[in-house]
């Protein structure tokens, strides 16, 4: 039977990370090859031990495919070209290229300049792997080889993040990764065609979570920037150079201008540099409104907000301000935050994830005291905020792609199998289709049943149709007889006569002959009258005829009767038939054996 | 440009959400896929909640944000969403659900019959919710389903009319105690004011307290005097306290102890016009003092202090209207809200539902203690 397999690597529960294998029509693909974060050793990489005990990856995978830069969907992904090893192809989208290996860097340094790590990547290993890197464009079908074809679809939730579609033959599996259905300030909603994979794969955690709303969210950092401002504090936002940081921006702008606010807010220049060359090279990836604001002016043209200068710093009185890099670990953020950390009217907004070995990590988990370089220890005494923006999917929003895609199936990765029951329920029932739930490590095997595309010959056809009757509905087949021809890759369906003629062999005919004993006092031409008149009233609606010389002819099937030498009330009948006419044959041998009815005349 | 901006500032920030900057400490805008009608706490940190459409409908027991709880550390966590811990399905309508205190056990009426299902949620090892039983009402046939209430564990009153009230024993289905009552008026609320003794609240105005331990004939305290043609009742007690609320907005306040004299008056600001008498609820807050909680009439929750009203029928101002499912609804029709319960021991926290689906968890702050 036709099948698709997928495994999530990993083990037992873990959710910290993404690495899925799928094995489809004799093809492996390995999609997103996340860093789990947190762990510290050799548990924070996927087990390839999966694909193969030792050695290299090439000859075992078809391809690999990054759905986005997040850490934990490619953190691993140098790690496993390079010091595992792999040489094939790596998809991702355009976005997700140009900044994969910034965020890569950034995690490596810290990682292993901060923590003192060892086995790690190193940042040759990552310009290495990025150069096996092969972008996608939305919507473009790639053919990764003759039988292999993907296609990127937008999924929203960060910049240059993608679902994809893997294609083999008429079999096909579409693959999430992180993506929401509303659209908010700088992206937009996922989007996906009708295409009907066999399956769809996504998380768990967005059928079993119900989430609050962008707004609410928003105001919750406008309340608490609006607080701090409104006591004399200082706030201070580190931020990664791309997305939140210009949404946050365009937020506090509004909100100045709609309070009369005169605080100054300030972002470092870095970040503008940095966000307006990204913006600029992916401005298709963003949304409308975005689109025309860049169109328009230059992305940070506020009017309430300045390119920052360090010593504004030491400035008296409130203010905000965005500053590189998002964790805290290095640059103009952790400066700005050393000087403002002892101070409890001040405040600290963390956006985002931080790796562990940052001081943003340490504070988020409420390190109130920490060691900085030189033994020197720092006094955390600012109000620290831990605010979640990213854009995910909901239990709603779940139901609506898979009314978007129609999969056949339905596969949900890092969830507890046992306790998804009424998910995998609700699942079926609404779509009647199968959600399957494979543990990490475990593997999930789907039936599949693709459609064959076969040629079949114009006589053939020809044929059929003059057969009459209703013509061809799809709704309701029709049986039709011929033979098929498999020709290097082609099917073809033909008429057995010219089937035999391609083969260059010659038709045989089957004829089976059966002599049956009678007990007749009649001639033998009263015999074989008498056979005839019983066969016409048993065998209404068959051809029956009575031929001049001397048989009968029951459709093809030849009758002749003879007289035994000793007895002529013994009679021999002779059926004769041939093997498309073998039903019938035996029907009248046996019918005929019982003798003919005495009533006849 | 200066146009283009415009529009986005008023899609930004409108004024309701400047405004709850100052009036909210906590705010929380969900969408589930149905609306409900029911909002049911099962522990100090779920709730259920279920669908009221005419043909299959979902139980979901929700976990409310970690954020919520987390006082001390509360900027330290960004856990703001909602967690589907169970689900069930349901075979109609849910327009009541009431949990069986002590047990892991839910129980529902579609609103057609008198008739209850039993639900047991699930543990830690299932997240289904299975239905496990059923309580036949008294009468086989009733207009408008059953109100329940849960005193002890194992045992529901429930009832559609005054006549068809009874205390059953959930595990056994032995009838423990039948209400009698010459009239057969439908009934809006029923709850305990005690372990035993009960308020039957009904439609029309009467208010039947009994003890079910007793066989007492029940105490009959007739309606207000209504003015404005035949209105309907809906009935809360708390502390000694009752409060009858009608369909034109008419407040009365009354000692449990002497129902038939009212302590306070107040015609209440309420689009009286409008009201749907299934989505109608009035709740004394149980944390605050002579605070209700009135929704059903509108879009809005709204909040009054019943201290400052007088013997004297006059009209009062909300001290709170919660006007969030109004205006952050995407539909083109008037939402209304659904549902609405006070938190057990925060103080101004509730939660609402409107029919839009949308689900709001608030904290609300009392400007005049500003």
């Keep these: 039977m036709p099948e698709i397999k997928v495994t999530p690597l990993g083990a037992g529960q873990d959710v910290g990370r993404s690495c899925i294998l799928v094995s489809i029509g004799g093809k492996n693909i390995m999609l997103d090859c996340g860093m789990h974060m947190g762990y510290n050793d050799d548990r924070r990489f996927p087990d390839f031990s999966y694909i193969t005990q030792n050695g290299r990856l090439t000859e075992f995978l078809d391809c690999v495919i990054i759905s986005h830069f997040h850490l934990d969907h490619c953190g691993a992904l140098p790690f496993m070209s390079e010091m595992v090893g792999y040489d094939g192809p790596i998809y991702m989208t355009h976005p997700t290229k140009a900044i994969c290996p910034i965020l890569l860097e950034d995690f490596r340094k810290i990682t292993v300049d901060k923590k003192g790590e060892t086995n790690f990547f190193t940042s040759q290993m990552i310009k290495d792997c990025m150069k096996k890197v092969v972008p996608l464009n939305l919507h473009q079908t790639v053919q990764v080889d003759d039988e292999l074809e993907i296609k990127a679809y937008y999924a929203g939730h960060v910049l240059g993040a993608a679902m994809v579609q893997i294609k083999v033959g008429s079999e096909s599996v579409v693959y999430t990764g992180d993506y929401n259905m509303t659209p908010d300030r700088h992206l937009g909603a996922a989007w996906i065609d009708k295409c009907r994979p066999d399956i769809l794969i996504s998380e768990s955690t967005y059928a079993t979570t119900i989430r609050d709303s962008k707004r609410c969210r928003e105001r919750d950092f406008l309340k608490k920037v609006h607080e701090s401002i409104e006591r004399g504090g200082k706030v201070l936002i580190p931020v990664f150079a791309l997305g939140r940081a210009q949404e946050l921006c365009i937020l506090l702008e509004t909100f100045w201008e709609r309070m009369n606010l005169k605080a100054p807010i300030y972002f470092s220049t870095g970040l503008t540099e940095k966000a307006n060359h990204y913006y600029k090279l992916f401005i298709t990836w963003t949304n409308q409104k975005i689109r025309k604001t860049f169109v328009q002016r230059n992305m940070f043209e506020f009017k309430h907000i300045k390119a920052f200068d360090r010593s504004y710093a030491d400035n008296p009185g409130p203010m905000v301000v965005f500053a590189t890099p998002g964790m805290l670990h290095a640059g103009q953020s952790l400066q700005i935050f050393k000087k403002w950390a002892g101070n409890e009217k001040n405040m600290v907004i963390m956006p985002g994830y931080c790796v562990q070995g940052t001081i943003g990590h340490k504070i988020l988990n409420g390190q109130r005291k920490l060691e900085m370089e030189g033994r020197s220890t720092l006094d955390v005494k600012l109000q620290v905020e831990y605010m979640s923006f990213s854009a995910h999917a909901d239990a709603k929003g779940i139901m609506q792609l898979i009314r978007m895609a129609e999969p056949r199936n339905m596969l949900l990765v890092h969830g507890e199998a046992v306790k998804m029951e009424f998910l995998k329920g609700k699942i079926e029932q609404e779509f009647s289709i199968d959600c399957h739930m494979p543990a990490n490590g475990e593997t999930a095997t789907v039936t599949t049943n693709p459609s064959v595309p076969v040629d079949i010959s114009l006589n053939l056809l020809k044929r059929e149709m003059a057969l009459g009757g209703p013509l061809p509905d799809p709704k309701k087949p029709r049986t039709m007889h011929g033979t098929l021809i498999m020709k290097e890759n082609s099917l073809k369906l033909v008429s057995s006569e010219q089937a035999l003629k391609e083969l260059g062999l010659n038709e045989h005919q089957l004829r089976f002959t059966c002599r049956v004993q009678l007990q007749d006092p009649h001639s033998d031409p009263d015999t074989l009258n008498r056979i005839y008149t019983h066969l016409k009233s048993v065998l209404k609606g068959y051809t029956i005829q009575h031929l001049p010389d001397g048989t009968v002819m029951v459709e093809s099937i030849v009758i002749k009767v003879s007289s035994s030498a000793e007895d002529t009330s013994t009679k021999v009948l002779l059926l004769s038939w041939s093997y498309q006419d073998e039903d019938l044959g035996s029907f009248l041998s046996t019918l005929l054996k019982k003798g003919l009815p005495s009533g006849l005349c | ?370």
Excluded at chain 2, 33 to 46: F, K, L, Y
Excluded at chain 2, 278 to 303: E, T
Excluded at chain 2, 306 to 311: D, F, I, L, P, R
Aim: glycine share 8%; proline share 4%; net charge negative.
């Design chain 2, 1 to 370: 440009m200066a146009e283009m901006e415009e529009t986005d500032f008023n899609d930004i920030l409108d004024d309701w959400f400047i405004e709850s900057l100052k009036t909210y400490k906590d705010l929380h805008v969900y969408q589930l896929e149905h609306p409900t009608q029911v909002i049911e706490w099962t522990s100090g940190r779920t709730v259920c909640v279920a669908g009221y459409s005419s043909s299959k409908n979902e139980i979901l027991e929700l976990h409310l944000p970690l954020k919520l709880f987390a006082d001390e550390n509360k900027g330290l966590c960004a856990e703001r969403d909602f967690k589907v811990v169970h689900g069930g399905f349901a075979e109609g309508p849910v327009c009541c659900l009431r949990h069986v205190p002590g047990t892991r056990c839910v129980v529902t009426n579609d609103g057609l019959s008198s008739d209850l299902q039993v639900w047991t949620v699930g543990g830690d090892d299932s997240d289904v919710i299975r239905r496990t039983g059923s309580v036949k009402g008294r009468r086989s046939v009733s207009e408008g389903g059953s109100r329940i209430a849960a005193p002890l564990s194992s045992q529901l009153l429930h009832g559609a009319r005054s006549s068809d009230v009874q205390l059953t024993q959930l595990t056994s289905g032995q009838i423990l105690y039948t209400l009698e009552t010459d009239s057969a008026d439908p009934l809006s609320s029923l709850q305990f004011v005690s372990d035993t003794v009960f308020l039957a609240g009904c439609c029309n105005g009467n208010v039947y307290i009994a003890d079910t331990r007793t066989s007492a004939a029940p105490q009959l305290s007739p309606g207000p005097a209504a003015w404005g043609g035949s209105v309907l009742w809906w009935t809360d007690a708390s502390a000694g306290r009752v409060i009858r609320l009608s369909s034109s907005g008419q407040a009365v306040v009354s000692d449990l102890r002497d129902l038939g004299e009212a302590v306070s008056w107040a015609q209440l600001d309420v689009q009286s016009h409008r009201c749907n008498p299934d989505d109608v609820r009035v709740s004394w807050a149980p944390a605050l003092d002579n605070c209700i909680a009135v929704s059903g009439f509108s879009g809005a929750v709204q909040i009054y202090k019943t201290s400052v009203w007088g013997t004297e029928r006059q009209d009062v101002q909300p001290l709170f209207e919660h006007r969030g499912h109004a205006v952050s609804s995407q539909s083109d029709d008037d939402v209304f809200v659904t549902a609405h319960v006070w938190h057990p021991e925060r103080p101004r926290t509730l939660l609402s539902a409107a029919s839009d689906g949308s689900v709001h968890v608030w904290d609300w702050v009392d400007q005049s203690e500003l």
